[in-house]
């Protein structure tokens, strides 16, 4: 993952990009969220590869795994 997931200042400010490309991972998680399927978006962005993609999905996993998360009772 770590050679998937670039973070680069000078590109998107910073966000975490797919291989150093102008491909933030916010927009996979987003095009997967809104329902389409790695191959379509394969198919729309050829300098992408299916490992970016698994990738992506590793980073977000990553991302989620936490401790405990406090809820604020109202």
Do not use: Q
């Not at 491909?23 to 997967?32: A, C, D, S, T």
Request: with cysteine.
């Amino acid at each position: 993952m770590e050679s998937r997931i670039t973070i680069d200042p000078s590109i998107c400010h910073g966000k975490p990009c797919i291989r150093g490309l102008r491909y933030p991972v916010e927009n996979i998680l987003e095009w997967l969220a809104a329902g389409m399927s790695i191959d379509e978006i394969l198919a729309d962005y050829e300098d992408l590869e299916r490992e970016d993609i698994l990738a992506t999905l590793a980073y977000a996993a990553r991302l989620a795994h936490i401790k405990r998360m406090d809820r604020k009772v109202a």
